[in-house]
Structure formats: structure tokens, C-alpha cells
């Protein structure tokens, strides 16, 4: 029986099976972004956050090695292909990363605890998904677009920094991306008693594996649709409103990329946290506890449209392509989240 799929189910599903992964490495492997700098800040452990250096690592060797070999056209990664602001990187980094930490997770680490039971994550996701859109396309677009316009710097001969280190030392950007993928995972296996701990390191290269994945699934899409869908990585604001809107008007839009990589991550830690014995149904107890995660959810919504990408979308995706503004967002975000867990630690935030 010849079996017909549509085009936007079948990035759906290419983006469900990445997303399962994700889902998976929260649950079992404790893969989080704030996790990994609130260990290393005030746990006195950086194991998590050499984690994220594998996941980092990987998913740079991974995409360029792909790139390398002709199976992802660098003209259509969507962070290689036009402009860029650094003001909007930084700014939407830090506001990212403080609403990170008052509200106790980002996006994708929301759903991971979502897909656990945890009622509280459901009102960050709600929030940042309509206030990504709030920012992205709604009344504060036109704002956003006067004041942050996303072609403030544009390098027609290197759209991103690999292909600006083959300009200047005559190295083929592909190379330059999987040896300095190479070196941030060797960094990141110097310590011996990270290098003990084979589960984080494993999962580390599943999330890793999952971003580059994702932009060679998402590029056989693209030739299978004739360039009706776009080459995509994984994301985590505006496709938690993407995929809001499709729960209320599916019968007239069309499934994609971004709803199946919301819903593989709520399958795949619904999965864990089942694998962990850890589901459980908690809701918010403390209406201050509240306040926080709605006002953090909102900052976050906001800061990753202006520094287009979370955590995951710049820190991970962006990354991966050594896209210009990535390491400036991903610094701030990492700066802002320590600002953040500091203020809540000494009670400067209160609300």
C-alpha cells in the first residue's frame, strides 16, 4: 500500500524525531541550560555545563561535516542568509536569559517539565508563546523593526564566522567549523571526573546529533517539496505560538516543522519521565512563585524574538552554523541568567 505524506507532515515528523530526543535528554540525561549554569555558579559542579560544551561540540561537527559534504546548501540556513544586529543580540540575550532564571526554566526545559506533569510549566509555555507573537508579528512588531532592524550589518562575501575565517586564512569553512566543533568538545572532556560520568556525556552528543539532524531533515524536506518548506533547526518561542495556533485553527492551517518539534519534546519527556518514575501532576502553590514565571516567560518571549532564537535556537542552531550574532546572544544569555539567579538569591526580585 502506497502510503502518501504531505509535505508538512513530513517535516512534522522530522522535527517529532529530533524533538523526541530533546524530550528524552532532559528527562534522563537532566539536559537544561539553566541548569547547567546554576550548577556551575552556586552547585560547585560544571559537569552539566560541559554537557552542554559536548552538545555544542557535536551538533557544530555534525551540521558542518554536512555542509561539508554537499547534503546542506549554506545559501538557505535561514542564519546564514541576511543581516545582522548585534544591539538586539545582546539585549534580547540578557532579557532571555533573566526571564530564564526568575521563571525557573526556558522553553525547551518548560516543556521537558510539562511533559512531566509539572502544571506550572504550561503557564510559562502559554506566555512565552503569545508573547514571542506579541513581539514577532503582533502590536509591538512595527516597534521592534524601527528599533532592532535585523539587517544592521550585512557581509555579502561571509554570512557567518566560519565562512569569515576561510576569507581570511584560506581555510574551507567546513573545515573551520568541525575542528572548532572538535575543540570545544575537547575542552569540554579535559576534566576526569566529567569524563566519568558516560551518561551526561552520551546524552550530550544525542542533543547535539539532534540540531544537525534536523537541518538534514528539514533540507531532504525542502527538495521532497520543491522548496515549499525551508531548512530549519530546533527553536523554542515563536514555534510554542506556532504551535498554539495550530491547536486552535488546524482545520485551516497547515502542520510544520515547529509544531512537531513542540510536540516530539512533550512525547519524549512524557516518555522519560514514565522511563524515570518521576510523573507526577504539580501545580503553583505560591501566587509570588507565579508572578515570577509569568514575568519571566514574558522576557523571554520578547528577548528571543529580538535576538532571533533562545538558548537552544541561538545557542544550539545558530551556533552550529557559527552564525554571527549566536556567540553574543548565547554570552548574554548566559550573563543574564547569572544576573537573574543572583537577584533571586540576595531577594532582589521579589514579585
Given at each position: ?264 519534546v512533550l512525547a519524549g ?25 509569568i514575568m519571566g516567560a ?54
Amino acid at each position: 500500500m502506497d502510503i502518501q505524506i504531505s509535505d508538512g507532515a513530513f517535516v512534522a515528523l522530522v522535527a517529532a524525531i529530533g524533538g523526541i530526543a530533546l524530550g528524552l535528554a532532559a528527562r534522563l540525561g537532566r539536559f537544561c541550560t539553566l541548569g547547567a549554569i546554576e550548577d556551575a555558579l552556586y552547585g560547585g559542579s560544571d559537569h552539566r555545563l560541559r554537557m552542554w560544551g559536548i552538545a555544542l561540540g557535536t551538533a557544530m561537527m555534525g551540521t558542518f561535516a554536512l555542509i561539508g559534504v554537499g547534503l546542506i546548501p549554506t545559501s538557505q540556513i535561514p542564519h546564514l542568509d541576511g543581516g545582522w544586529n548585534p544591539v538586539a543580540h545582546i539585549l534580547g540575550g540578557l532579557l532571555f536569559g533573566y526571564g530564564m532564571a526568575i521563571a525557573g526554566n526556558c522553553g525547551f526545559g518548560a516543556l521537558a517539565r510539562l511533559g512531566g506533569g509539572d502544571l506550572r510549566s504550561f503557564v510559562i509555555v502559554l506566555v512565552m508563546g503569545i508573547t514571542g507573537y506579541v513581539v514577532m508579528s503582533g502590536p509591538l512588531a512595527a516597534l521592534r523593526v524601527r528599533m532592532f532592524p535585523d539587517d544592521l550589518l550585512v557581509s555579502q562575501t561571509a554570512p557567518g564566522l566560519a565562512h569569515l575565517a576561510e576569507a581570511l586564512t584560506g581555510i574551507g569553512a567546513p573545515v573551520f567549523g568541525v575542528f572548532a566543533g572538535a575543540a570545544i568538545m575537547i575542552f569540554a572532556l579535559k576534566s576526569k571526573t566529567f569524563r566519568a560520568e558516560r551518561g551526561l556525556i552520551l546524552w550530550g552528543h544525542i542533543v547535539g546529533l539532534a540540531i544537525a539532524f534536523a537541518w538534514a531533515g528539514t533540507h531532504i524536506a525542502a527538495q521532497r517539496s520543491f522548496g515549499a518548506t525551508s531548512l530549519e533547526s530546533y527553536t523554542f518561542v515563536a514555534p510554542l505560538g506556532e504551535t498554539i495556533l495550530y491547536v486552535m485553527t488546524a482545520s485551516g492551517t497547515t502542520i510544520s516543522f515547529a509544531v512537531g518539534s513542540v510536540g516530539g519534546v512533550l512525547a519524549g519527556a512524557f516518555i522519560g519521565s514514565l522511563i524515570k518514575g518521576h510523573f507526577r501532576w504539580e501545580a503553583c502553590e505560591d501566587p509570588r512563585e507565579l508572578r515570577r514565571q509569568i514575568m519571566g516567560a514574558a522576557l523571554m518571549g520578547g528577548g528571543a524574538i529580538l535576538a532571533i532564537g533562545c538558548s537552544v535556537g541561538q545557542g544550539l542552531s545558530a551556533m552550529s552554523v557559527l552564525a554571527y550574532g549566536a556567540p553574543l546572544t548565547l554570552a548574554a544569555i548566559f550573563a543574564g541568567a547569572a544576573i537573574g539567579l543572583r537577584h533571586l538569591i540576595t531577594g532582589w526580585v521579589s514579585v
